[in-house]
């Protein structure tokens, strides 16, 4: 009985085995019609149905400058590189493919003369040599010979045997002007986004917004364009940009900032040129630049030295890309007295003939305040007694000590903040973040700010300001009062970029007194400061660091040129010179030059100048002190000769009679009287 039951079983399992090994026929059997006989069929099923997407990459936008010379532009280029996929793949002998790819070289150098031989040749070698060290997830990527190749140079590159090497075609952005208006135009990085300047503050308008096309394959591998809006994006290019710049005038600010910082041995030169009524920059530069199409390249040879040799490579690339005008903080010295001065003209604390008197030094609070005079060499150490006009024109620093000292010290801050020194000046090329807050007075409150220092910010001690700021004061003078702030993009795909806001700050007829005294400083000084045809008003400022050798001096300059009917309002700063150390000489000179070639290429027509006569009525020098024979001998070209036996400041005599004439190249007796 119990064998019965196990023959039973045993024959159960056998039913159940065949059974399984007949399903797993089965199986087997359909598995292969779906790989291999259906295969074709469902790969062609299943790709019918899944959507792919093309994405059309939008075109950055370009900009141009005020004159429709483009500065940033997206081209179509290609790449050559070696690709390392197919370099591995052949079976050749590495001797056979050094032999390949040394043939296709020469053939590339030909079609390409720009690029020598040995310079591609040195890259393939450079590249093997890479190879060697790269992770082995990194050993597929190739690397690149030649970038931004034109597309006709792209399409003779085909014919030649170019086994080893491949061709991408990819959009790029480019500078055709290199390395002008760089620190304003800034640059993209390698995914096409603004990293600097304009292409970094504009990003988002220059970037545009990439297309989007669904499509799907037929059995051939064919994409089919699907339609609908829900399945397809166009491409929406960038913005182009119109900046106020003007190139010309660019170059020549790059090319005299360069120029002069060598001259002058000088640790920074800065230039600024603005439109006179608008208050649009036409030009903006200092002595470095870089090349926008690689910003990495450095060209100025100071500054290779210090990226070798320095440990923090970044902070050297950093200074190299800074904007100074706009970033850089600094003393401006005796400028400011241009609007210390429309403070007390304004308020009526003074006139143009309100008396004042210049011992050389003054105690304010127990600190002195010294008259540039005091300590300077001259053969008198102070003004005397000197008007308003006369102390402005002379930038004496105790006569507006005085002024502003009478005006107090809210109205004075009132000024101030009317001329934009107590915030920051946004021309939206730099983030506001990383824009400098003007420093004065330490940034104490005002209700802390000493007497001391408010003596010392009205002639541009105390204080340090950007030059952008110095701007606002020759625009002040140029626009009647009326100060505009600074812009630098004129339009955006056509639409203009509503205007500026603009505010008074003084007076018309306080301006115009102001400009005439500063066309007085042109004129006294014209052989630095007037340029040839020309009449300019200007004014000098120099400030040191505050150390007791004086050797770090800040010398600027701010011109107004042609002075009756302004064009261009220029400042420059010339920090730390140090083969020559006065302003005029420095400052003024690089001011000149500027204004001169402005006109030149704006083509203004030569203005009424007072010519430099041969023959002068002499003035009246009697009872003059010596600081104002000084003055109206230079400001009428007459050379003086004082004897001071006397011992006195007062000029008792002249050897020739007032309202004679005399040829500018006769000598003036003087004698002062005796010191009582």
Not at 24 to 33: D, E, K, Q
Not at 169 to 198: C, W
Not at 283 to 295: E, G, W
Not at 329 to 352: F, H, M, P, Q, R
Request: positive net charge; hydrophobic residues 35%; charged residues 30%.
């Amino acid at each position: 009985m119990e064998n019965k039951f196990l023959n039973k079983s045993k024959l159960n399992l056998l039913w159940f085995f065949i059974l399984f090994l007949f399903l797993l026929f089965i199986f087997a059997l359909r598995l292969y019609r779906f790989q291999v006989k259906y295969h074709d069929v469902i790969k062609e099923r299943i790709e019918s149905r899944v959507e792919k997407s093309i994405v059309s990459v939008a075109d950055r936008g370009t900009i141009f400058d005020r004159n429709g010379t483009i500065l940033a532009k997206t081209v179509v280029s290609y790449d050559l590189y070696l690709d390392e996929r197919l370099y591995e793949s052949d079976t050749k002998t590495r001797n056979e493919i050094t032999e390949n790819v040394d043939v296709a070289l020469k053939k590339i150098s030909e079609i390409y003369p720009k690029v020598s031989y040995k310079e591609l040749n040195d890259k393939v070698i450079a590249f093997r040599n890479e190879i060697n060290t790269r992770q082995e997830k990194d050993r597929h990527v190739g690397f690149y010979i030649l970038k931004d190749l034109p597309y006709s140079v792209a399409q003779k590159l085909k014919f030649v045997d170019m086994r080893y090497f491949a061709i991408k075609k990819n959009k790029s952005r480019i500078y055709p002007n290199k390395t002008i208006a760089s620190k304003i135009l800034g640059a993209v990085d390698f995914s096409q986004n603004g990293v600097l300047g304009i292409e970094a503050y504009y990003n988002k308008e220059l970037k545009g917004k990439n297309g989007k096309y669904a499509y799907k394959s037929d059995k051939q591998g064919n994409k089919i364009l699907l339609s609908g809006k829900s399945k397809n994006k166009p491409k929406k290019n960038g913005k182009s940009l119109t900046t106020t710049l003007d190139s010309r005038l660019q170059f020549s600010a790059e090319q005299v900032c360069r120029k002069y910082k060598k001259k002058f041995n000088a640790k920074k030169v800065i230039a600024i040129i603005q439109d006179s009524k608008t208050g649009e920059i036409l030009a903006m530069a200092d002595d470095l630049t870089y090349d926008s199409n690689d910003r990495f390249d450095i060209i100025d040879e100071d500054i290779k030295i210090k990226y070798e040799k320095s440990k923090d490579k970044s902070s050297v690339l950093n200074e190299m890309w800074k904007n100074k005008a706009i970033s850089d903080i600094y003393g401006a010295g005796s400028i400011v007295k241009i609007l210390t001065a429309a403070a007390v003209l304004d308020n009526k604390i003074v006139n143009k003939n309100t008396p004042f008197n210049c011992p050389g030094i003054i105690n304010i609070d127990g600190i002195g305040v010294k008259c540039y005079r005091y300590d300077s060499g001259l053969a008198s150490s102070s003004h005397g007694n000197l008007t308003f006009e006369e102390g402005l024109i002379d930038s004496c620093n105790v006569v507006f000590s005085r002024a502003v000292l009478k005006l107090g010290k809210n109205k004075f801050y009132d000024y101030l903040n009317k001329f934009g020194f107590l915030s920051k000046i946004d021309i939206k090329i730099l983030n506001s973040n990383a824009l400098p807050n003007p420093q004065i007075s330490l940034n104490r409150d005002k209700k802390d700010v000493p007497r001391i220092d408010v003596a010392k910010m009205s002639f541009g001690y105390a204080m340090s300001i950007t030059p952008l700021h110095v701007a606002n004061i020759a625009m002040s003078i140029s626009n009647d009062g009326v100060i505009i702030e600074p812009s630098i993009i004129k339009d955006i795909d056509g639409k203009k970029i509503s205007s500026s806001k603009s505010r008074r700050v003084m007076s018309a007829e306080t301006s115009r007194e102001i400009k005439s005294y500063m066309k007085k400083v042109a004129l006294r000084h014209k052989e630095f400061l007037q340029p040839k045809g020309y009449e300019a008003a200007c004014k000098t400022g120099t400030s040191d660091d505050g150390k007791s050798d004086k050797d770090l001096l800040s010398c600027t300059v701010v011109s107004i040129v042609p002075a009756d009917k302004p064009r261009v309002n220029i400042v420059v700063v010339v920090d730390e010179p140090k083969t020559v150390r006065k302003t005029l000489e420095t400052a003024g000179v690089v001011s000149k030059e500027l204004a001169e070639n402005s006109m030149k290429i704006l083509g203004v027509s030569a203005s009424k100048v007072v010519e430099n006569k041969t023959v002068v009525k002499v003035p009246n020098f009697v009872g003059k002190t010596i600081a104002q024979v000084d003055y109206i001998a230079r400001t009428n070209g007459l050379k003086i000769n004082i004897d001071y036996n006397g011992g006195g400041n007062i000029i008792k005599s002249q050897s020739q009679a007032a309202g004679s004439l005399i040829n500018k190249t006769s000598v003036v007796e003087l004698k002062v009287k005796e010191n009582k």
